[in-house]
């Protein structure tokens, strides 16, 4: 497409910044807010021989939702819900409705989103397109589980709309297939019943990596949610040891009083820490934390708080759901203390067979490297239909890295030796967070017979391959040719 380019005028360039901000590239920016503006961006890119990627809330780690000196159509303005069947559950929105938006609107009527992410800020398209994932995937699935229908507007500029059964393959592929099918502008979605505003929560810690893992298969019957948190830094007999959380839904008649737990009041997040330090200034002191020192201190502060507190037999107690699921929310800008290079992170998923293991080498390999990773989180899921899948029936690692100017180069090949033990343990990536795949990465990990279908289905759909993100063009463009 480049040979056709032509000037576009440079009041839209912005630069397009991954959300870790280890990365990002300049891209004329369009916000258009309703369908016909939306299709109007699209024939200028055509006239003008660019490219298109979709971006939605902005919120995946690395460069999925950048793309290079092209277009970057920014769904966030198209954020209208156009039907809600309060008896049924059953809603309709278009894609740039967030978590929080959805989650408010359906609160009052007993309803809640079935899969959430770690932010509210995320849009329905952002988590249809990479199918995300809550606490929950090891029993409720991913996103795209709980989406009965999507619309989207194809290359050729048509609407298609797609099912389970009408346009199936487009609807298997799209969901989870990170834009590179065509823009999802209206999504349907069965939400969860709920009886409550609050869930039953357990905390307890955990002595080592072992009976961190355990603790999920323990505690799949009777839970809802299940999360892990594992000290990154410990060593000895104290290695991989962690602080779990499991959660459950209230059944009808447990809540005395459903309707004021199930008001917006009973959900807001307070905007202060212990009514003393403003959250909007949080980052800022937690920025001289920020380094192996101040992690190694917070990382061991917590393990023991979570020891002392909870203890390995737990406590529990009452919670919202926004106070469970968006406990990153509570610090807002909490990534500007990672100071100017940001971060990236990387999240592999394993079979429940090699995950243990794989884990224990990941987390090892940072000791050694001394570039421990400063949050890691672990979750349990089951395996997905769709094209692009990436949870099997197993574990998850999520592993945050501050990027430096000086250590950029280290963590880049780091995460070379990690990719060696992904491979050998039969793990998968995740491209919302995915920062450092490289083409024959993609075909060790998914397989080269999804690699080739992922290239069939988007020379099908769009054979000028008119979709493209800096993670397409990274991964995928050169196996394409
Ligand atoms: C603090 C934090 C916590 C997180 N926690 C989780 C978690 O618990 N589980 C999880 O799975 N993920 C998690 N994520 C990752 C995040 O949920 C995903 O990256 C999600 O896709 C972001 O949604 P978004 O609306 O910001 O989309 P963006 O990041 O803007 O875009 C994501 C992808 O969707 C495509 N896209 C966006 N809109 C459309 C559209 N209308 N049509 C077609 N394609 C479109 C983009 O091209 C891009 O490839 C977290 C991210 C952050 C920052």
Not at 257 to 278: N, T, V, Y
Not at 441 to 447: D, H, S
Request: glycine share 10%; aromatic share 12%; proline share 4%.
């Amino acid at each position: 497409m480049d040979s056709l380019k032509q000037e576009l005028p440079d009041d839209h360039l912005e630069y397009v910044e991954a959300w870790g901000r280890a990365s990002g590239s300049v891209a004329h920016v369009f916000r258009p807010s309703t369908l016909a503006e939306l299709k109007k961006t699209i024939q200028l890119a055509k006239d003008t021989g660019r490219t298109v990627g979709f971006r939605g809330g902005g919120n995946s780690y690395g460069d999925a939702f950048g793309n290079r000196e092209n277009i970057v159509l920014d769904t966030s303005r198209l954020n209208r819900i156009t039907n809600w069947d309060p008896e049924a559950g059953l809603i309709t929105v278009e894609p740039g409705v967030t978590i929080e938006q959805l989650w408010r609107y359906v609160l009052a009527d007993g309803w809640w989103p079935p899969i959430v992410t770690g932010t509210a800020k995320t849009t329905v398209g952002g988590c249809a397109s990479m199918n995300t994932h809550g606490k929950n995937g090891f029993n409720m699935g991913t996103f795209g589980d709980h989406i009965t229908e999507i619309e989207m507007i194809m290359a050729n500029g048509r609407k298609k709309v797609c099912t389970r059964d009408k346009n199936s393959d487009l609807f298997f592929a799209a969901i989870g297939g990170f834009g590179m099918f065509g823009c999802l502008v209206s999504i349907t979605i069965q939400l969860k019943k709920i009886y409550s505003g609050q869930l039953e929560v357990t905390g307890c810690s955990r002595p080592n990596l072992a009976s961190v893992m355990s603790w999920f298969d323990e505690n799949r019957d009777g839970s809802d949610y299940l999360v892990g948190w594992v000290d990154s830094t410990a060593r000895g007999k104290s290695f991989g040891r962690g602080e779990m959380h499991k959660a459950r839904y209230f059944e009808p008649g447990e809540d005395p009083a459903p309707a004021r737990s199930l008001s917006l009041e009973a959900q807001s997040i307070p905007d202060s820490i212990l009514g003393l330090i403003p959250k909007s200034s949080m980052w800022f002191y937690m920025g001289f934390f920020f380094n192996n020192p101040g992690m190694t201190l917070v990382n061991t502060g917590k393990y023991v708080a979570a020891k002392l507190l909870s203890g390995e037999k737990g406590k529990t107690y009452k919670q919202s759901h926004t106070a469970y699921h968006f406990l990153l929310d509570y610090v807002p800008g909490w990534k500007w203390g990672y100071g100017r290079g940001g971060l990236i992170q990387y999240q592999t998923f394993f079979p429940k067979e090699t995950a243990e293991n794989a884990f224990a080498e990941l987390l090892k390999l940072n000791q050694e490297r001394r570039m421990p990773n400063y949050l890691t989180v672990l979750k349990r899921h089951k395996p997905s239909d769709f094209l692009v899948s990436y949870s099997p029936d197993g574990y998850s690692m999520a592993m945050d890295f501050r990027i430096t100017d000086k250590n950029r180069e280290q963590v880049a090949r780091m995460a070379r030796s990690m990719d060696e033990i992904v491979v050998k343990h039969s793990g998968q990536f995740y491209f919302a967070k995915d920062s450092t795949m490289r083409p024959d990465l993609a075909e060790a990990t998914m397989g080269k017979e999804k690699v080739a279908e992922v290239i069939r289905l988007k020379k099908k759909y769009d054979p000028k391959f008119f979709f493209q993100t800096d993670l397409w063009n990274r991964i995928f463009a050169p196996l394409a040719k």
